[in-house]
């Protein structure tokens, strides 16, 4: 494989890591909480892609909205009925790190149990073919992920920077007491976060299930701790920081796995963050915010 | 008055209670041996038994690190890996003894291995961890533990995925029982010290904490190399009764069974620990049945001890016979009231349900 | 050579000077206080004489040893001891347990003497639970000694952070607002504990307050600092008539 094919591969999966990044950049932002549960979502979102593809055999569009409306339900749901009260009253990080991790895993055995641990398939659904660029060839399938990917960013830059709810939202992300006081309703702004969201990890999951036709209750949690490595590296709380750092973890994981070998991939993810968070944990375009004395 | 005598009564106070308590565990210690003897106790409930003190050994020194130091750690399972591998490898390999009092020399020497090798594992991960604040920290050592894992994976010596198998069953109920009291012991005579305070000051405020002159990075690096040989312990003792290990075993699922013991005992209480490692081995094998639902379980059982009771059943404070003996009193005043209210006819006073909330802020 | 010198002492986040061209010395025995308005940059001036901050420019000295870039807990090892402006105990442990935690820098027993429960280790315990008494007694506090710290009154929270500060037996101490949220007979009563603790225990203090008679009372002399440079330095009455100083503070013509 050459190293123009590895880059595309890699630009493929870090367009994904990207999409769910967003997702934990967004919630850390608002409510400075790593959301354990957002790479789980993903998997709610395939599955719900496959209930409503597969097992409805409604068209891939129904399955696509679908999906992305459930996700954001059920992100919305986490947040009131996990979080927020947590939140409300002032609680401990560590109390607040533990709720995450009991979401997810609960998220993980409630579908294993719904779908059974065994993997599901998806056929593909992107069009066959591909195009010539540089000596490689592209799929459709990446060129629409990567489109895709690039779309969501822009509509999303413009819904934070250009509408009212996009102002509240940053609002409440420098200063939740002053944004209420402001008049800002913080509680759906939250909620209203967490939607977006998790409606991004479902079309991370759609863009997945294009090129890895494989779901199982446990794709979530790798996939999940990749797309968080990409958001601490481009800066977490920032948006054009979650696709720089999920582009860069894409390519660097496909280097690895042409260059190298692709049994260590996932310790290199790891050794990613451990790098980023010794030497600078802001990331690459995060911004630094030392406790006051 | 000469400082000798000051000293004595404050001294003899504390050797008692240490006393009873040694008598206490001793008796248990019998009570089982004998039980166990007898035939009462047959090979099932021992081999649950012996997963229970293996369990306290983990949940304890978790909670060490987790409840009363106030840092999350998820990759404990890995330092228990860690200790397993170590202490298999050496009695497999090191064709030192293995039966009689040579061999009892010889696993001793395993365990210890195991725990340093552990140890020093801990010491190269918190260097660069413990740098870090709460999310961060989580997030690392989960990876650290990940790590460690797919190293274990990749190794030949190790057995790769299949891991190692015929490792001699040394561990019997009375190795994990004197050794989980040990380990008990340890830590909380350790944080009955200076060095506990010290450990404690920096959960409650990290920054007062280094105005008053603790050296943090040394405190937490302590606390976490603690908790690491401890685990270490534990994988040696898990390998030599099970007698056979691969690294699925400790995962990150085994991380959060042990993180749900110390989050239903009690972050920060040891005694807490002991008895939900106690709980959370037996349940499961009493509920065989619905093992299917286990994690599942174990999830909503975090997310509603952290909504409705974040300090857990025993929050900060230990069970202890001076303590166990006041609760007992005070119930006992309260039937008594009660039973008086019933004879007059009168009828219950409201309970100040707000004061009793702002006194179980943990 | 003074007990504490520092020269030219400066920080700037990023593009904001916080402090600029500020000295202070002072000497064994010393009650300086530190005035200005809001914002001015006092509490940063404790901070980066505690590595809470890394100076920019300038020196810190402890009896000629410059303590730049030390640790925060080595600077407090050599002699400075502070308060917060926000009280900072530790609320869940008791009144004694806060001040023991102090005096853990001059406790030597390992670790492994305390699991062995060796001779050293019940030696210092007992020293060190006389010596907690004796400073809660000191603040009256003694009777408050088991209690949790968040549950005592306000005042003797603030009481508290001093006894606690001072556990670590330092040269100089730096109080952060220590009469704030007081009543005219709290603050009497804390001038008085000052002057006695200076006294007793041969130690300097550095000194912010807004409290303008609390500040006259106590302090031998005043440096006044206004964004972050100092405006007026000297004998209290003095300072106190020093038009800049007026200006400072009702904001000038």
Not at chain 1, 127 to 149: C, H, L, Q, R, Y
Not at chain 2, 48 to 66: D, E, G, K, P
Not at chain 3, 186 to 197: A, F, G, H, R
Request: aromatic share 8%; with cysteine.
């Amino acid at each position: 494989m050459n190293f123009i094919t590895q880059i595309i591969n890699g630009l493929n999966a870090g367009s994904i890591y990207a999409l769910v990044a967003l997702g934990y950049s967004m919630v850390y932002g608002i409510v400075k909480l790593i959301n354990f549960a957002h790479g789980d979502i993903i998997m709610v979102g395939a599955y719900a892609v496959y209930v409503v593809l597969i097992m409805l055999k409604l068209p891939l569009w129904v399955s696509v909205l679908a999906s992305m409306a459930f996700c954001a339900l059920v992100g919305v749901l986490i947040e009131k009925l996990a979080y927020s009260r947590l939140l409300n009253a002032g609680a401990q990080r560590i109390s607040l790190l533990i709720t995450a991790i009991g979401v997810s895993i609960f998220l993980q055995n409630l579908f294993q149990l719904l779908f059974s641990s065994s993997a599901k398939s998806v056929p593909g659904f992107f069009p066959e073919g591909s195009v010539g660029f540089g000596g490689a060839s592209v799929g459709f399938g990446t060129i629409i992920t990567i489109a895709a990917t690039v779309l969501v960013m822009i509509l999303l830059q413009l819904l934070i920077n250009k509408t009212k709810t996009g102002k509240a939202m940053r609002a409440v992300s420098e200063d939740a007491g002053a944004a209420r006081l402001m008049g800002i309703n913080t509680e759906s702004t939250i909620a209203f976060t967490f939607a977006i969201g998790s409606a991004l990890a479902a079309v991370g999951a759609v863009l997945y299930m294009g090129s890895y036709p494989q779901i199982t209750p446990y794709m979530g949690s790798m996939l999940g701790l990749k797309a968080f490595v990409a958001a601490v590296l481009g800066g977490i709380g920032s948006v054009p920081g979650a696709m720089i750092g999920g582009l860069i973890m894409g390519v660097a994981e496909s280097l690895t796995k042409g260059y190298i070998s692709s049994n260590i991939s996932d310790a290199v993810v790891f050794g990613i963050l451990i790098v980023v968070l010794l030497f600078k944990p802001t990331g690459l375009m995060g911004k630094n915010v030392k406790e006051k004395v | 008055m000469s400082k000798k005598n000051k000293l004595a009564p404050y001294m003899k106070k504390k050797l008692i209670s240490y006393l009873i308590n040694f008598l206490l565990v001793v008796a248990g210690f019998v009570v089982i041996n004998v039980l166990t003897t007898l035939g009462v106790i047959d090979r099932y409930i021992a081999g649950i038994l012996t997963m229970v003190c293996i369990n306290i050994i983990l949940a304890v020194s978790l909670n060490l690190v987790t409840g009363i130091l106030g840092q999350l750690v998820l990759g404990h399972a890995g330092f228990m890996a860690v200790g397993a591998y170590t202490a298999a490898l050496f009695t497999i390999h090191s064709g030192l003894p293995l039966e009689g009092f040579g061999g009892a020399i010889t696993f001793l020497l395993a365990l210890v291995l195991g725990g340093l090798v552990a140890a020093l594992f801990s010491v190269i991960i918190g260097i660069p961890a413990l740098r870090l604040k709460g999310d961060y920290l989580a997030i690392i050592t989960l990876g650290f533990g990940e790590i460690i894992r797919v190293l274990i994976l990749n190794l030949d010596f190790t057995g790769g995925a299949l891991g190692l198998r015929n490792i001699p069953g040394m561990t019997t109920f009375n190795w994990v029982y004197i050794l989980a009291a040990l380990t008990v012991y340890i830590i909380y005579s350790y944080m009955l010290s200076r060095h506990g305070r010290a450990v404690l000051a920096i959960r409650e405020d990290e920054i007062a904490a280094e105005a008053a002159g603790i050296h943090t990075t040394y405190y937490k690096m302590a606390a976490f190399v603690m908790a690491a040989f401890f685990a270490g312990v534990a994988g040696g003792l898990y390998a030599h009764y099970i007698g056979v290990i691969a690294p699925s075993k400790f995962n990150f699922n085994y991380s959060v069974e042990i993180l749900v013991m110390v989050v239903l005992g009690g972050m920060g209480s040891i005694t807490g620990s002991v008895i939900a490692a106690a709980v959370l081995t037996i349940l499961p094998e009493a509920l065989r049945a619905f093992s299917d639902y286990r994690m599942l379980l174990y999830s909503v059982v975090l997310i509603l001890m952290m909504l409705f009771r974040p300090g857990g059943l025993l929050g900060r404070s230990e069970l202890s016979i001076a303590g166990l003996g006041r609760w007992i009193k005070r119930m006992a005043q309260r039937f008594a009231a009660w039973l008086r209210r019933r004879k007059n006819g009168e009828k219950a006073p409201k309970k100040d349900k707000k004061s009793r909330k702002k006194g179980e802020v943990q | 050579m003074a007990l504490l010198e520092v020269k030219n002492l400066g920080i700037a986040f990023g593009g904001l000077r916080a402090l600029k061209d500020v000295q202070i010395t002072i000497d064994n025995g010393e009650i300086v206080g530190l005035i200005g308005p809001n914002g001015a940059g006092k509490t940063t001036v404790f901070n980066l004489l505690t590595d809470v901050y890394l100076p920019t420019e300038g020196t810190i000295e402890l009896e000629g040893n410059s303590i730049v870039g030390k640790k925060t807990y080595e600077i407090t090892q050599h002699g400075i001891a502070r308060t917060f402006q926000n009280i900072r105990l530790f609320k869940y442990l008791s009144v004694i347990d806060n001040v023991k935690i102090a005096m853990n820098s001059q406790m030597k027993y390992s670790g492994f003497a305390a699991v062995l429960r060796l001779p050293s280790y019940w030696k210092e315990e007992q020293r060190v639970e006389e010596k907690a008494r004796e400073l809660l007694r000191v603040f009256d506090l003694e009777q408050y000694a088991e209690t949790r710290a968040a549950n005592l009154p306000y005042g003797q929270q603030r009481k508290l952070e001093i006894a606690r500060a001072l556990a670590t037996d330092p040269k100089v101490l730096l109080l952060d607002e220590p009469a704030a949220g007081m009543n005219p007979t709290e603050t009497l009563e804390l001038m008085e504990t000052i002057k006695l603790i200076r006294d007793r225990f041969k130690i300097s203090i550095l000194l912010i307050e807004h409290d303008m008679s609390f500040v006259m009372g106590i302090c031998e002399r005043l440096v006044v600092l206004d964004y972050g440079m100092i405006i007026a330095a000297g004998d209290p009455e003095e300072v106190r008539a020093d038009p800049k100083v007026i200006a400072a503070y009702l904001g000038g013509e």
